[in-house]
């Protein structure tokens, strides 16, 4: 399998944080999503955001940023699905997705989620922590877009549904902490803290 793309999932409203774009906060010298793309960036062969409204707010991230295809927030899968469809167009056969709100996840994220797609059926894999699955944490193959856009358009929405449909691997890692998500003022404290 060779290297995947990487797609940072930006799509949700941000209700809890009181909307707007919560990748956007400081964290330490940086933002919560700049600590995000510099953990991703160098797992992947190049990167893009998922993201919906007016993509110049992030200009300044250099990233192409690719809007939900599912209209009405359709959840994550909807941010999967516009990063399959942006890597099939650049000849990537997979991608891998991470949580714009989860500054701290694993440095070997993708190396580990490609050990757990090696004998699934489609290269697939979701991430797990003791705390249960990360399902913003994945390696999707390109080859499921097309499925995974009727499931959307049927109405689907939860990721664990449609990966228990297709066989997903799981790469488990042994800290909840990795995975820790600034949804609202008091996580951010946290984060900032954590760090």
């Given at each position: 399998m060779k290297q995947p793309l990487g797609v940072i999932l930006a799509g949700g409203q941000a209700t809890r944080m009181g909307g707007g774009d919560k990748g956007l906060l400081p964290l330490g010298d940086s933002t919560i999503l700049g600590h995000v793309m510099a953990r991703l960036e160098p797992q992947v062969a190049g990167l893009a955001l998922n993201a919906n409204g007016d993509a110049t707010r992030f200009a300044s991230l250099g990233l192409?940023?690719?809007p939900d295809s599912v209209s009405g927030f359709a959840g994550p899968?909807?941010?999967?699905?516009?990063?399959?469809?942006?890597?099939a167009e650049e000849g990537a056969d997979h991608i891998v997705t991470a949580a714009a709100d989860t500054p701290f996840f694993p440095c070997d994220l993708v190396p580990q989620l490609m050990l757990a797609a090696e004998g699934t059926a489609h290269g697939l894999a979701l991430a797990?922590?003791?705390g249960g699955r990360q399902p913003t944490f994945g390696l999707w193959p390109t080859?499921?877009?097309d499925d995974l856009r009727?499931?959307?358009l049927g109405g689907l929405r939860k990721v664990v549904l449609w990966t228990s449909q297709h066989?997903?691997?799981?790469a488990a890692f042994?800290?909840?902490?990795a995975f820790f998500n600034v949804n609202t003022p008091d996580d951010l404290a946290s984060a900032r803290a954590m760090l």
């Open positions: 192409p940023v690719l899968l909807s941010g999967v699905l516009a990063g399959l469809d942006w890597a797990a922590s003791p080859a499921l877009r009727a499931a959307l066989d997903a691997g799981t042994p800290d909840d902490a």
